[in-house]
């Protein structure tokens, strides 16, 4: 079945420093959509990606979604502590069901 | 206040007891949905709901049962036959499951109930 990886699972990085997960799907996506989950929260929804190519800007927050609609990055520039918490990505199949197959996740961590 | 919410936060039951897991939102939201978070892992897709009496298995709905008599409301079973039900419960809900460019399958989620089988 369709696979959504992501890389790395966990990241700690020094405050100021620069941070990126990236996502792979292991087949074409319709669309990606980013989602953030705070220690002991729920995922809060960030952006959508449509686009091949698309890049997408949240003050320190960049998005990419790949030419081939496959693979996707988060990079954060100068990391907070408020960026701590667990970032998805979540891909939708082109065919098939309208649902979205969440990614692993990568675990941020930022060290005042 | 708009919203979904889920109860309750924490619920602990003993093997082999059936329980279910509430859902309510408020956003007049034709989509539901309920995903399982296991410790360090992504979100996995239970059951979904496109409209009122209408739902779909997920990836992984063996030993869970749901019912959508109102569009407000998607209770979840963890039935007995769940083999390995602990876990982080996360309902969710979209205006609708279709979208791309209108941001109408965008998801918002609840708080999650914490179960743990004793």
């Known amino acids: 079945g369709q696979q959504v990886m992501q890389i790395p699972q966990y990241q700690h990085v020094q405050e100021g420093e620069d941070f990126t997960t990236y996502c792979n799907s292991s087949t074409t996506l319709s669309n990606i959509q980013w989602y953030k989950q705070r220690p002991g929260g729920h995922p809060v929804f960030l952006i959508q990606l449509v686009k091949s190519g698309e890049v997408k800007k949240q003050k320190r927050l960049t998005f990419q979604f790949g030419e081939a609609k496959k693979n996707s990055s988060l990079h954060i520039t100068a990391t907070q502590t408020t960026d701590v918490g667990t970032y998805f990505c979540a891909g939708k199949t082109l065919t098939g069901t309208y649902k979205y197959i969440f990614g692993t996740g990568t675990r941020l961590k930022v060290l005042a | 206040d708009g919203g979904i919410t889920q109860s309750p936060k924490y619920l602990f039951r003993k093997e082999g007891q059936n329980v279910t897991l509430s859902c309510e939102q408020n956003?007049?939201?034709?989509?539901m949905y309920w995903y399982r978070q296991d410790p360090g892992q992504g979100l996995r897709l239970i059951y979904y709901?496109?409209?009122?009496?209408?739902?779909q298995k997920g990836d992984i709905a063996e030993g869970y049962s749901v019912s959508r008599e109102k569009k407000e409301s998607f209770p979840l079973t963890v039935t007995s036959a769940q083999k390995n039900p602990t876990a982080f419960y996360l309902c969710a809900s979209s205006t609708s499951i279709f979208g791309v460019g209108g941001l109408t399958d965008t998801q918002y989620f609840g708080p999650g109930t914490r179960l743990t089988v004793l």
């Open positions: 956003l007049n939201h034709d989509a």
């Open positions: 709901s496109q409209i009122v009496n209408d739902f």
